[in-house]
């Protein structure tokens, strides 16, 4: 799990540092964290395994305060990529229920080892829908995508 945490802090990083994704996300994402009302946030168990997501097409509602609990059931490590999502949506924080917390703007993906959980909190912004895949060499061929609507 502190794997995990170390990539998501160093992609985070990276991302911030170089500017060249900061445009693209959610400028007021605080402000908007900030506002919400988390005694309201709806909770969600996303499951993934080997080659699936645990849903089809998960519809959100903009501006409802949200927990993504990302659960690994495979024996392979998992990604939860949606770079589209990520920049629709303010991020509060991804956390792990055994390593801590971080909280950063901006993610592209996601990593899971085997038996991992990590919790996304955020508010949808952007209406649409977004791609969700595995980048793991051959796990998209093999069906690892869903999609993400914002109403």
Known sequence: MKKVVSSIVLGATLLLSSGVFAES??????????????????????????FEYSFENLE????????????????????????????????????????????APYFTAIELMVGGQLDLYFVPVTQGTFDVFCTIKGHKDEGMESTITIK
């Open 25 to 50: 996300y959610i400028t007021n994402a605080s402000d908007i964290v900030g506002a919400a009302d988390w005694d309201t946030m709806k909770t969600i168990r996303i499951e993934m395994d080997e």
């Open 60 to 103: 959100l509602e903009a501006n409802q305060p949200y927990k993504l609990e990302l659960v690994n059931i495979g024996e392979k490590k998992h990604y939860f990529t949606a770079p589209e999502f990520y920049r629709a949506i303010a991020t509060r924080k991804v956390q792990s229920n055994q390593d801590g917390e971080i909280k």
